[in-house]
C-alpha cells in the first residue's frame, strides 16, 4: 500500500481569548498537534491521532471542553463531541452529558458499539457505564474560574447574546489526514456559557460541528453554534472542496457565508482531500496549531 504524507491541525476555540489566556491556549494546541502528529507518523489511523489530540485539551482546563468548561444557567456542566471517519461516514456523539471526563471517547464508542450515531445525557452516560468508561462526578469537571465567570454572568442582562459569551468559549477540535490518506474530524465543547440545561450547539451535529469525507475533507468548526448549525457548516466548507476550491479558500468561502447568510460568528480547521490545511474565522481570535514540513505552526 502507498504511503503518502500526514497532515494535522487542531484548534483550541474562537471568540476573544483574552491576553493572558494567550499562551495557554498556544501551549495546549501544540502539545495536542505534537501527541497526533507523533501517533500519524508512527502510522496510527487519522481517528486515533484526532482522538488523542482532542483528549489532550478536553484534559487541559485552559479549554471549553472535558474539565474546565464553560457553566450552563443553571451552574452546570454540560459536554456534547463529535468524532467522524471520513473513510466510511461513519460518525458518533454525544450531547448534554455531565459525568465523562473525555467525551470524545465516548462519542468514538457510539460510533464503533453502537448503532445509533447521538446518544444524549442519561442514556450517554448509560452507555458509557456498559462500556467501561470512567464516570467522574459533575463537580470534578467545575473549576474556579468558571464558577467566578457564571456567578458574574449572573447580573448580565445580555447573556442570551453572542456578546455576552465571546471572551468564554473555547471549544476544541482536530482534524487529520494519515499515511493511507485517510481523514477524520473531531469537535469537544462545555458549549456557550450561561445556555439553557439541554441547550445543544452546533459541536455535536453530523455536518455543523465537524464533517469528514475522505474524497473531499475534514473540517472542525468553533464559534455561535446557533448560527454554525443554521448554515452546516462543517458540511458546507466539505462541498465547497467537492466543487473545486482548495482547503483555505473553501474555509474562507464558509465564514463569508455564515457572516453574510446569518450574521453568525466563528471559524474552523480544514484538511482537504490532497492534504492541504487551512483555518479562517471572524472572531477576533481563534487557537491553533499544525504541522507545516514536520514543524509545529501556533497561533491564536
Ligand atoms: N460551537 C460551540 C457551541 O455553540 C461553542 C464554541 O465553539 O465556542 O456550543
Redesign the pocket.
Known amino acids: 500500500m502507498t504511503t503518502i504524507a500526514p497532515s494535522l491541525i487542531v484548534h483550541g476555540?474562537?471568540?476573544d481569548i483574552p491576553d493572558e489566556h494567550v499562551e495557554a491556549h498556544i501551549a495546549g494546541c501544540r502539545q495536542a498537534a505534537e501527541v497526533g502528529w507523533k501517533l500519524l507518523c508512527d502510522g496510527a489511523s487519522a481517528l486515533d491521532a484526532i482522538e488523542a489530540a482532542v483528549r489532550v485539551m478536553e484534559d487541559d482546563p485552559t479549554y471549553?471542553a472535558g474539565r474546565g468548561s464553560n457553566l450552563n444557567a443553571a451552574g452546570q456542566v454540560e459536554l456534547?463531541a463529535l468524532i467522524m471517519d471520513g473513510a466510511t461516514l461513519g460518525a458518533g456523539s454525544v450531547a448534554a452529558v455531565q459525568r465523562v471526563a473525555n467525551p470524545i471517547s465516548l462519542a468514538r464508542l457510539v460510533m464503533e458499539k453502537s448503532e445509533h450515531v447521538l446518544l444524549v445525557a442519561d442514556g450517554a452516560e448509560q452507555f458509557a457505564r456498559e462500556h467501561g468508561v470512567p464516570i467522574c462526578q459533575p463537580q470534578d469537571l467545575l473549576v474556579g474560574r468558571e464558577l467566578e465567570r457564571w456567578k458574574a454572568l449572573q447580573a448580565d442582562p445580555t447573556w442570551r447574546t453572542p456578546q455576552a459569551f465571546k471572551a468564554a468559549?473555547?471549544?476544541v477540535g482536530a482534524v487529520a489526514r494519515d499515511v493511507h490518506g485517510n481523514i477524520a474530524a473531531a469537535t469537544s465543547?462545555g458549549?456557550?456559557s450561561k445556555k439553557l440545561p439541554g441547550r445543544v450547539?452546533?459541536?455535536p451535529l453530523i455536518g455543523c460541528?465537524a464533517y469528514a469525507n475522505t474524497c473531499t475533507a475534514g473540517v472542525s468548526?468553533?464559534?455561535?453554534?446557533?448560527s454554525?448549525m443554521k448554515v452546516v457548516f462543517s458540511k458546507l466548507v466539505c462541498d465547497k472542496v467537492e466543487q473545486g476550491l482548495t482547503a483555505q479558500q473553501a474555509i474562507e468561502a464558509g465564514v463569508r457565508v455564515l457572516a453574510q447568510r446569518v450574521g453568525g460568528l466563528?471559524g474552523g480547521i480544514i484538511i482537504d482531500r490532497e492534504g492541504r490545511i487551512g483555518f479562517a474565522y471572524n472572531t477576533p481570535r481563534m487557537a491553533r496549531a499544525y504541522i507545516v514540513k514536520g514543524d509545529i505552526v501556533s497561533d491564536v
Open positions: 476555540g474562537a471568540w471549553d456534547d468559549s473555547d471549544t465543547t458549549g456557550t450547539g452546533d459541536s460541528g468548526a468553533t464559534g455561535w453554534g446557533e454554525l466563528g
